[in-house]
């Protein structure tokens, strides 16, 4: 069994601090019962209808999809992209919209491959899946191929401006990162 200690008092001086810039309650303390954390998330993690047509199916679930859905069986594991952040149900909704057959399409920040293994469903010829996260990398790759797209993803390590495109271009760049990211990234992503 692992245990982990914190220093109470020290937290308490933290707390105490910012309570001299914002209300903060009272520092609460609890024993909980030990869980399978890693694992205890799953249960609030629920089949998603995004978009017209993209169904996100947690890989433990079962589902029985109508004729024009478009499936994505994802575990995420520590990867990001579950589809229930805002910013991934708008880019899934955009990708049904802008992608079509035998595209050329970049992942900029793939995470679980969500979009990736989307864009492939909708029938991009490529996906290439670029993340600087190697724990994303292997999420992206372990869930294209629980959602048979493998043949049409190449998930790497990288990000542009480290020639990680091998001077490929793109139809569609898809990028759900950070705002002030995209800005750095932006001269690349023209070219």
């Known amino acids: 069994d692992a245990c982990v200690f914190f220093d109470v008092a020290r937290i308490e ?9 914002r209300p903060v309650s009272t520092l609460r303390r609890q024993m909980l019962e030990e869980q399978d954390w890693a694992n205890a998330w799953k249960r609030y993690y629920t089949i998603q209808q995004l978009g017209e047509h993209t169904v996100i199916v947690p890989s433990w ?10 499936v994505i069986r994802l575990d995420p594991g520590m990867a990001f992209g579950t589809g229930l952040h805002p910013t991934t149900r708008l880019c899934l909704t955009l990708l049904e919209r802008y992608v079509e057959p035998g595209q050329q399409v970049l992942d900029l920040g793939c995470g679980s491959g ?28 372990t869930n294209a191929s629980h959602n048979a797209v493998s043949d049409h993803i190449h998930a790497a390590v990288g990000s542009l401006g480290y020639d990680q495109t091998g001077g490929q271009q793109h139809d569609l760049i898809v990028a759900n990162i950070l705002a002030r990211v995209l800005a750095g990234l932006a001269p690349d992503m023209a070219m």
């Open 13 to 21: 001086q933290a707390l105490w601090h910012l309570g001299r810039m």
């Open 61 to 70: 679930l079962e589902y029985a999809p109508r004729p024009d859905d478009i």
């Open 114 to 141: 969500i979009l990736s293994i989307a864009a492939a469903h909708l029938g991009a010829a490529n996906v290439l899946a670029l993340d600087t996260d190697p724990i994303a990398i292997e999420a992206t790759v």
